[in-house]
Antibody
Framework: QVLLQESGPRLVKPSETLSLTCTVS????????WSWFRQPPGKGPEWIGY???????KYDASLEGRVTISLDTSKHQFSLNLRFVTAADTALYFC??????????WGKGTTVIVSA | EIVLTQSPGTLSLPPGERATLSCRAS???????LAWYQQKNGQAPRLLIH???SRATGIPDRFSGSGSGTDFTLTITRLEPQDFGVYYC?????????FGGGTKVEIK
């Protein structure tokens, strides 16, 4: 069974960098798309981007320039860095896995609040 | 970007009734790469349907998906109390991946 677990600071100050890590168990990174989604309070999920097992990345255009998703296969982890955060980045953040672009495994999610 | 519009916003029905949820796409969803998720408060979304019509592993046959192109439907026959939550449609055919605004299902 594949399990994903998000970790990282719950509170980030405006203009700083939001950094989250997803630890993967029960799967290698030999295939698939490893993605981050977020869900602002009271809204639907939003796609942030993915890193393919090959190392290729793709991001939502609205976050391009602020976001980096990377893979560390030796640690069975992938990470999200979102720079220059504002209150609009406050959300429940999920890491996910997909065989293609369809997500088949979600982490439980972690809430990140951007506030001074 | 493909915009997904869901209706109705809220559905309130008693147990045993049939629920019909609609999702309309702003342009055709290629290869019917349309999924339906159920989400309960604070939890991760749960995959119900993918490829517009295929039930995910472990999903009871009370849940069914239909449609193609731009119009899709999720039907829940014989609603059960545990079916409450917000249901989202999601297209994974084109980047950026997008979700609808959700339909909240309440069990009377």
């Amino acid at each position: 069974q594949v399990l994903l677990q998000e970790s990282g600071p719950r509170l980030v100050k405006p203009s700083e960098t939001l950094s989250l890590t997803c630890t993967v168990s029960g799967d290698s990174f030999s295939s698939g798309y490893w993605s981050w989604f977020r869900q602002p309070p009271g809204k639907g999920p939003e796609w942030i981007g993915y890193v393919h097992f090959s190392g290729d990345t793709k991001y939502d255009a609205s976050l391009e320039g602020r976001v980096t998703i990377s893979l560390d296969t030796s640690k069975h982890q992938f990470s999200l860095n979102l720079r220059f955060v504002t209150a609009a980045d406050t959300a429940l953040y999920f890491c996910t896995r997909g065989g293609g672009w369809l997500v088949d495994v979600w982490g439980k999610g972690t809430t990140v609040i951007v506030s001074a | 970007e493909i915009v997904l519009t869901q209706s109705p916003g809220t559905l309130s029905l008693p147990p045993g009734e049939r629920a019909t949820l609609s999702c309309r796409a702003s342009q055709s969803v290629g290869r019917n790469y349309l999924a339906w998720y159920q989400q309960k408060n604070g939890q991760a979304p749960r995959l119900l349907i993918h490829g517009a019509t295929s039930r995910a592993t472990g999903i009871p046959d009370r849940f069914s998906g239909s449609g193609s192109g731009t119009d899709f439907t999720l039907t829940i026959t014989r609603l059960e109390p545990q079916d409450f939550g917000v249901y989202y449609c999601h297209q994974y055919a084109y980047s950026p991946l997008t979700f609808g605004g959700g339909t909240k299902v309440e069990i009377k």
